[in-house]
């Protein structure tokens, strides 16, 4: 009789009185191991109530035995396929609370196709659920991110579309979009741009364009136009300084060039970081076909990146809608690059003012030096003839100071003297291209 593994637990009596062979009733027991206590050993028909079949018939007790272990078998798949939805439906929460961190919370602003706008708070969990988005695509639109994730992007997902323009994120989805920290003033000029874009009365005769292009529409339209009137606001500035300078170099001056210098940096930035993510979705087909099919009974082809649509009508108007989204994007391009290239000859002219500014300064310096050396020069010829008449106002005699001429002449040679060496210093310097 073979023997029975260490690591397998021994098998109950039920089990060993009515399966045999003795191998088939140790791999049956080894199954079972992860059931409850109550369940090892017994089989669906016999949790039923039904007779368990006996070995001793021979091969009908081995099939019985072989369908017994499939019965089993399936029974594990479901009670497993059951913990799998569970664990799915108590994940986060699960993690949240083994970890004593509290779940995070959004409060949205919830704009429906309708033009209907509410207020709500949801949680990451029913986010994540709703939005069909995986865990690390949110953190590009978490406002509590803001810092780590301050480049703008536009991330496109099989259900939502993620929008990050700088004080703007939200989530456009395929007949609502939810957006984060809706009192900003991207989402300020964000939702007054949107809202009349949702009454039908504003679309003039023409067809409807798709929710989620009326989001992206918005929200490129409303970043473009922050960015312009900023511009307008800095130029003016920026041209009244540079016709008062360099004639007029005061603190006040110099300190409004240094703001409005640091204000062209920081709009040109912005302009170039919104310009380089829409070349980069430009040159990307592949995104702008998945914002098409969003909504649509439509796949892409993973080898041709063709659409395939169950309804050709459907995929004709996706076709139609990629184009429409090409000269979308390349009209905010173009708005988009103009703003940065006026920013960046904006800057360029102010820096070089502050080059004419340090050169003119320069020069001053120059001059001032200048006269600073002319002045140590005679400090020092004079200095000398102190030294002179120092050494006759001493208290010793020189027989000297009994001779009426002796001041006169003492005087006239410290005077001659101090004359004739400035001329001699200052032609060395001259000479020594000094001065």
């Keep these: 009789m073979a023997s029975v593994p260490a690591s397998c637990p021994r098998p109950p009596q039920a089990v060993v009185r009515h399966l045999l062979p003795l191998p088939l009733q140790l791999q049956l027991v080894c199954r079972l191991r992860r059931l409850p206590l109550p369940q090892l050993g017994l089989s669906a028909a016999a949790r039923r109530g039904e007779a368990l079949p006996r070995a001793a018939e021979g091969g009908d007790g081995r099939a019985a035995a072989k369908e017994e272990e499939e019965e089993v078998e399936e029974d594990e798949e479901e009670e497993d396929e059951r913990g799998r939805e569970a664990g799915e439906e108590r994940g986060f929460a699960a993690d949240y609370i083994s970890l004593g961190i509290r779940e995070p919370v959004y409060e949205v602003v919830e704009v429906k196709a309708n033009g209907s706008v509410s207020t709500e708070k949801i949680s990451r969990r029913q986010l994540l659920k709703s939005s069909g988005l995986r865990l690390r695509d949110t953190r590009s639109v978490d406002p509590s991110l803001w810092l780590m994730n301050s480049m703008p992007s536009l991330l496109v997902r099989e259900q939502a579309i993620l929008l990050n323009l700088g004080s703007l994120r939200a989530i456009a989805m395929h007949e609502r979009v939810l957006i984060f920290n809706y009192n900003s003033p991207g989402g300020k000029v964000f939702l007054e741009l949107l809202r009349p874009r949702l009454n039908p009365r504003n679309i003039n005769g023409g067809p409807a364009m798709p929710f989620q292009l009326e989001v992206v529409e918005?929200?490129?339209?409303?970043?473009?136009?922050?960015?312009?009137?900023?511009?307008?606001?800095?130029?003016?500035?920026?041209?009244?300084?540079?016709?008062?300078?360099?004639?007029?170099?005061?603190?006040?001056?110099?300190?409004?060039?240094?703001?409005?210098?640091?204000?062209?940096?920081?709009?040109?930035?912005?302009?170039?970081?919104?310009?380089?993510?829409?070349?980069?979705l430009l040159e990307d087909p592949h995104e702008i076909r998945r914002i098409c099919i969003m909504g649509r009974n439509c796949t892409l082809d993973k080898v041709s990146d063709d659409m395939e649509c169950a309804v050709p009508l459907e995929k004709q108007v996706a076709e139609e809608e990629e184009e429409e989204i090409e000269m979308l994007l390349e009209n905010y391009l173009q708005r988009c690059e103009s703003c940065h290239g006026q920013a960046e000859r904006l800057l360029d002219s102010a820096r070089e003012m502050e080059d004419s500014i340090a050169v003119n300064l320069s020069s001053r310096r120059l001059e001032v030096s200048r006269v600073e050396l002319l002045l140590q020069v005679g400090t020092f010829c004079v200095a000398v003839g102190a030294l002179i008449a120092g050494i006759f106002g001493m208290n010793l005699k020189s027989y000297l100071e009994n001779n009426t001429w002796a001041f006169w002449a003492t005087t006239g040679g410290i005077a001659v003297g101090a004359v004739a060496g400035f001329f001699i210093m200052y032609k060395y310097l001259k000479d020594r291209k000094i001065l």
């Design 218 to 280: 918005a929200a490129l339209l409303s970043r473009i136009q922050r960015l312009e009137r900023r511009l307008m606001h800095v130029e003016p500035r920026v041209a009244a300084l540079l016709e008062v300078l360099p004639n007029r170099l005061t603190g006040d001056v110099l300190e409004q060039l240094r703001l409005s210098k640091q204000s062209l940096v920081e709009l040109g930035s912005r302009a170039g970081d919104l310009k380089q993510m829409l070349i980069d």
